[in-house]
């Protein structure tokens, strides 16, 4: 009985050397002991593309035939980022090994992802997944920044385990679990997997689907059952799975299963949802939601449109069944069926509001012509204009839920309240009991899709009445209000002298008038820019800022303003002076910097347009600019050789990324100290690189006026033609600088030395580049040889030839040690111009023609 298992383990002992010679090893167990690290480097094992342009790197693996758990990296389209996730993979057929034994082989149908640690911050090629030593597990980016962690660190973790059903656990000693992503629920469900009150499910939204927002819409546990939400302030829930509604086993008896010391939840098993609202297992669920009883692999999913749908694997990924249904519940009742304020009849037909009796339009659709994609407002509602608004009554108008703002009042109490709330959108009216003038009235924050319903028939939250609050755009000035008004003046003029007054006054109003029309348009014009950042309201950024109280800096466009949103987030909000109207070109700008996405850019958060007044908001940067911690007496303490190198190889990577990851090439043409944003752990970030200079990829050169800060400008710029090497320029000067602790231009130095650029020539000919290493730092001096080896690449940065001048990305090679420095350099660094018009201006830097979002923070 011993020798066939005796053959057995040889053989697999066989197949394991002998394939692990082959390009693709075999599947990793479902299990691994600390410590352990795995790399999203294509060229590791387990690494599987796919039909769809997704891939995954298997880590751990349940191993059978079909539809399986995994764990690992996965990227899906371009894999420009990557996620650490578990899926659901299907292997289907075995490819036999000439040695004996086989490897199972996956389908080409692409992984469900069910779980996903880092959805909202996805990480570069070259990140690290790492169970440490000390019990936690640990991904960080390719720049060595923690983008998420289990938090588990001393509490006698042991390993890693991928369990049969798809559940991520940390264990100890006693094979306990410290840890489990079941408990950190994303926007999916697996068969015996439960979600507790205080948790909830989010749609995963593709970046690409503009309409969509994040935490748009969730699934949540409360004391009354299964409750799904659409996201507004507050909340407005637009399906409700209560236990009342679902079967309810007749010999339960409900007093004897409450337990008010235990969590309420639900449990996803195989055919029923099962609702624990009052009750605990192992006692019966007080309800049930049928499911299809699946004959393999089936997964819950709370889907970006609001449906909350079943997939099983049939020969291929199928949905079984949308548990957010019923019969007074169609898709008319999803809220962004027809997105935002759009009208939805029948199967999914979608409108705008049409022109009242009036013939005044107060929407239009969103995107071009697509009601599907929700409508806007013509004319946006504001605070401060409270007295130009109305309520337009609807009429046989349902909405998928009604949230009792306010008992036992009548409908003119209840339109007043709205119009006296300024986060009122509408007023939704329902009769209540036997008196027919009261009832109750709703006062929703934000208005999603509503529906036409037939008059006289019973409808799900039946509303008696509905009232669309819109700013009344009659007292905004008609095109043809200005002819006349023209047209008056000119009539007026011929009357004579006596007249003149009067004219001069028509003049003076129809001045204000046009300003007013302009500001209409320009509301309207953002409005239709799709795929803006995050638009802030004026109402909002006065208190986050305390008035615009602590300044943080100051530049040629304005003044910086530390600010802390409700969320307790920290913003440096930045006021725009001078940019007057809205333009295009400011809003293509603004869309485009609010895209870019790097872990050494500093992030734009949003943007205001209020009045005449531009308003850009960023991330809080705490340590401020880097020119607070370089110089020689204009420093808070002086920086280590480690902490400086890992500066300098932050700001090459973020421009690196500015000139060939974006989908434009982005020169940032103001490359300074002041513009290098360091945060609370010294990680440096490039700021202000909007509004800078964007060109196609198929340009290799480009001619702009000259802007930028001087010591600071490339030769070239003299010459009018650029190209992305002007910032590979500004970045040696702020490299050596860095290096030496202090600024490219110092009077304080003697004359022969006031020029950075002119002693490191003198230093380069004489063989002392030594004697320019920052004097003031006992680490910089103990650790002069490799200064001056990196002064070597700041002395390539700096050519005055720019086609000499390495890239940005091979300056991240040779900082990483991957490439050597250009050994044929040119020691004749200085432009006698250059030198010329900074001695004749007296100040350190002087901002030459600044882009727009230029200056210090």
């Known amino acids: 009985m011993k020798e066939p298992w005796i053959c057995y383990c040889f053989a697999l002992f066989l197949f394991l050397n002998c394939y692990s010679t082959t390009a693709q090893p075999p ?23 796919f039909t769809d342009g997704s891939f995954v790197q298997v880590i751990l693996l349940r191993e059978s035939l079909g539809p399986q758990f995994a764990c690992g990296f996965f990227c899906n389209g371009t894999c420009i980022s990557y996620l650490f996730v578990v899926f659901i993979i299907h292997t289907t057929y075995r490819v036999p090994l000439s040695e004996g034994g086989f490897v199972q082989v996956p389908t080409r149908f692409p992984p469900q992802v069910v779980w996903s640690a880092n ?65 950190y629920p994303t926007d999916c469900l697996v068969p ?29 546990v409360t004391d009354k059952g299964l409750v799904a939400y659409v996201g507004s302030n507050p909340p407005q829930a637009y399906h409700n799975i209560l236990i009342d509604d679902v079967y309810v086993n007749s010999d339960d ?44 692999a089936q997964y819950m999913k709370l889907m970006p449109d609001g449906h909350l749908r079943v997939f099983q694997w049939k020969a ?93 009042v009548d409908l003119a109490t209840c339109k007043q309240a709205c119009l006296n709330n300024c986060s009122c959108k509408a007023a939704l009216f329902q009769y209540g009991g036997s008196d027919s003038s009261s009832g109750y009235c709703s006062l929703p924050s934000e208005v999603f899709t509503m529906m036409i319903v037939e008059p006289d028939l019973y409808y799900y939250n039946n509303i008696s009445a ?43 109003i129809y001045v204000i008038r046009k300003r007013r029309w302009a500001t209409q348009m320009e509301e309207e014009y953002i409005d239709e820019v799709p795929e803006m950042p995050t638009r802030f309201s004026y109402e909002e950024l006065k208190p986050a800022t305390k008035n615009f109280n602590k300044k943080l800096g100051e530049g040629g466009f304005g003044a910086v303003y530390e600010g802390t949103l409700e969320d307790g987030s920290m913003i440096a909000v930045k006021c725009l002076e001078g940019l007057g109207q809205v333009n295009k070109s400011f809003l293509a700008e603004v869309k485009s910097i609010g895209s870019i996405h790097h872990v050494n850019l500093v992030r734009l958060r949003g943007f205001c347009a209020w009045k005449s007044q531009r308003f850009l908001v960023y991330e809080f940067m705490s340590k401020g600019s880097l020119d607070r911690w370089i110089y020689h007496g204009n420093r808070e303490h002086v920086l280590e050789w480690e902490c400086r190198k890992k500066i300098i190889l932050d700001v090459a990577k973020g421009l690196a990324y500015l000139h060939d990851d974006c989908r434009q090439k982005i020169i940032h043409l103001d490359i300074k100290p002041q513009n290098i944003l360091l945060d609370k752990d ?24 000259m802007r930028g800060t001087l010591g600071y400008l490339a030769p070239e710029w003299l010459g009018s033609v650029i190209t992305e090497k002007v910032d590979v320029y500004s970045f040696g000067i702020v490299f050596l600088e860095i290096l030496c602790g202090r600024k490219n231009f110092d009077r304080s130095q003697p004359e022969e030395s006031w020029h950075l650029l002119v002693v490191l020539q003198k230093c380069w000919e004489q063989g002392t580049l030594v004697d320019m290493v920052d004097k003031y730092s006992e680490d910089m001096q103990t650790r002069a040889p490799e200064v001056v080896e990196m002064l070597k690449v700041a002395s390539w940065c700096l050519q005055c030839d720019f086609t000499k001048r390495p890239s940005m990305s091979i300056v991240v090679k040779v900082l990483e040690g991957v490439m050597k420095v250009e050994s044929s350099l040119d020691y004749n660094f200085t432009d006698p111009r250059l030198q010329k018009i900074t001695v004749e201006d007296d100040k350190d830097t002087t901002t030459l023609f600044p882009s727009v979002l230029s200056g210090p923070r």
């Not at 409450?258 to 624990?276: E, Q």
């Not at 509905?466 to 008056?488: M, Y």
């Open 466 to 508: 509905a009232f669309l609050k819109v700013q009344n755009v009659r007292s905004l000035p008609a095109s043809g209000s200005k002819s006349q008004s023209t047209l008056r003046v000119i009539l007026a003029s011929t009357i004579g002298s006596s007249m003149f007054l009067f004219g001069a006054i028509g003049f003076v």
């Open 119 to 183: 959805r909202d911050r996805p990480v570069s090629s070259g990140a690290i997944l790492n169970l440490t030593i000390t019990g936690e597990l640990v991904l960080q980016d390719v720049d060595g920044s923690t983008v998420w962690t289990t938090n588990t660190t001393g509490k006698s973790v042991v390993g890693l385990n991928l369990t049969d059903d798809g559940n991520l656990v940390l264990f100890d000693i006693n094979n306990s679990t410290v840890w489990q992503s079941f408990d």
């Open 253 to 296: 008896v409900y007093d004897k299963y409450i337990d008010t010391t235990r969590r309420r939840y639900v449990r996803f098993l195989n055919g029923n949802l099962s609702l624990f609202i009052h009750s605990v297992e192992p006692s019966d669920p007080l309800g049930v939601i049928t499911i299809p009883k699946a004959s393999s």
């Open 316 to 408: 291929g990924w199928s949905e079984v069944a949308d548990l957010l249904t019923g019969d007074y519940f169609k898709e008319c009742n999803y809220p962004m069926t027809c997105g935002r304020y759009g009208i939805c009849l029948g199967n999914q037909q979608c409108s705008c509001l049409v022109s009242t009796s009036s013939n005044i339009n107060y929407f239009r659709e969103t995107k071009g012509h697509q009601p599907n994609l929700g409508c806007s407002e013509i004319t946006t509602l504001t605070c401060n204009a409270t007295q130009d608004q109305l309520l337009i009554e609807l009429g046989n108008i349902g909405y998928f839920t009604f949230i009792r703002d306010m008992k036992n």
């Open 682 to 705: 010294f990680n440096a970030k490039v700021s202000d690189f909007g509004l800078s200079k964007l060109i196609e990829r198929n340009q290799t050169e480009v001619m702009t006026t």
């Open 27 to 49: 599947f990793v167990n479902s299990s691994v002991n600390l410590p352990t690290t795995w790399s999203n480097t294509e060229s590791l094992p387990n690494y599987f593309n």
């Open 192 to 220: 015996g997997q439960a979600l507790f009150e205080g948790q909830q499910l989010i749609p995963s939204v593709s970046s690409t689907d503009w309409m969509a927002q994040k935490d748009s819409y969730s699934l949540k």
